[in-house]
């Protein structure tokens, strides 16, 4: 299995960017993906997670703002950030939990990651 992060970069407060996460090895439609962040100095939190069955969960922080989707014609997944603030800046990481399991917003359930992808928002 490989995930292949994609997609971050730097942009201005207010910006927008498109993480991908390109599967290999998996059917994303059939296991539960998710996005998750590390900032320095912070443990890694839970972005967003789309469940095989297409139901979605955003975090607070981030909902009304990013929204988690999938391709599955790709085999991938996307997470479309809008609004971007300073806060936002860590590395992002795409994960995989093909346990289904019920904890989602728990990193440990995840048994596979992408490489991450840096996202910085400054001015």
């Known amino acids: 299995v490989q995930l292949q992060a994609s997609g971050g970069g730097l942009v201005q407060p207010g910006g927008s960017l498109r993480l991908s996460c390109a599967a290999s090895?998996?059917?994303?439609?059939?296991?539960?993906m998710a996005w998750f962040r590390q900032a320095p100095g912070r443990e890694r939190e839970v972005v967003a997670v789309?469940?095989?069955?297409?139901?979605?969960y955003h975090a607070d922080s981030v909902k009304g703002r990013f929204t988690i989707s999938r391709d599955n014609s790709k085999n991938t997944v996307y997470l479309q950030m809008d609004t971007l603030t300073p806060e936002d800046t860590a590395v992002y990481y795409c994960?995989?939990?093909?346990?289904?399991?019920?904890?989602?917003?728990?990193?440990?359930?995840?048994?596979?990651w992408g490489q991450g992808t840096q996202v910085t928002v400054s001015s």
């Open positions: 090895g998996l059917t994303i439609n059939r296991v539960t």
């Open positions: 789309l469940r095989w069955s297409g139901s979605a």
């Open positions: 994960g995989a939990d093909t346990q289904r399991s019920v904890a989602i917003t728990t990193a440990t359930v995840y048994d596979f």
